[in-house]
């Protein structure tokens, strides 16, 4: 079974940057894409980016231009680069693999907390 390790989350002010790591504890020879989701409380889970086995990249409107995905395929690691926060990117962020001939994995999310 494999393990995804989320690292990075905290609290910032608004304007501040961090910077997420995921680390899946073994290697993962059928990803499709790698990913990033987000929630918020009292809201469904939502896709904030995900990047594909090929390195195509794809964002949530609300984060297009701040937020940067991308994946070190030696390392099983995917990070999310998040500058320009807002108090409204505060929650739960969550990584996940989903895979071409199995089932998705997923992290136990870290907490990103944006003060105004």
């Known amino acids: 079974q494999v393990q995804l390790v989320e690292s990075g989350g905290g609290l910032v002010q608004a304007g501040g940057s961090l910077r997420l790591s995921c680390a899946a504890s073994?290697?993962?020879?059928?990803?499709?894409?790698m990913g990033w989701y987000r929630q918020a409380p009292g809201k469904q889970r939502e896709l904030v980016a995900t990047?594909?086995?090929?390195?195509?990249?794809n964002y949530a409107d609300s984060v297009k231009g701040r937020f940067t995905i991308s994946r070190d395929s030696a390392k099983n690691t995917v990070y999310l680069q998040m500058n320009s926060l807002k108090p409204e990117d505060t929650a739960v962020y969550y990584c996940?693999?989903?895979?071409?001939?199995?089932?998705?994995?997923w992290g136990l999310g870290t907490q990103v907390t944006v003060s105004s």
């Open positions: 990047i594909t086995r090929g390195g195509n990249t």
């Open positions: 996940n693999v989903d895979r071409l001939w199995g089932n998705e994995y």
């Open positions: 073994r290697s993962i020879i059928d990803i499709k894409t």
